[in-house]
């Protein structure tokens, strides 16, 4: 097995809690934290969120540009 190494910086950190749905059912919660080049950024969303902007899309007959889900 290989030696870990000891100045490990973390660069990323990912997430995914299971939450309870205003109906009583479970969906999963995202969480993404990462800094680069001192950018810090905190994004948060749900499986359901990213499922209705996609079905959307598809909806709207176009193929989905990506882009931050509120």
Not at 37 to 48: M, R, V
Not at 57 to 66: H, V, W
């Amino acid at each position: 097995m290989a030696e870990r190494e000891t100045n490990r910086k973390r660069i990323m950190s990912f997430s995914i809690y299971e939450v309870p749905t205003k109906d009583g059912a479970k969906d999963h919660e995202v969480e993404v934290e990462t800094t680069i080049g001192g950018l810090n950024l905190q994004y948060t969303t749900t499986f359901d969120k990213v499922r209705e902007f996609f079905t959307q899309q598809r909806e709207k007959g176009k193929p989905a540009s990506l882009k931050a889900v509120p």
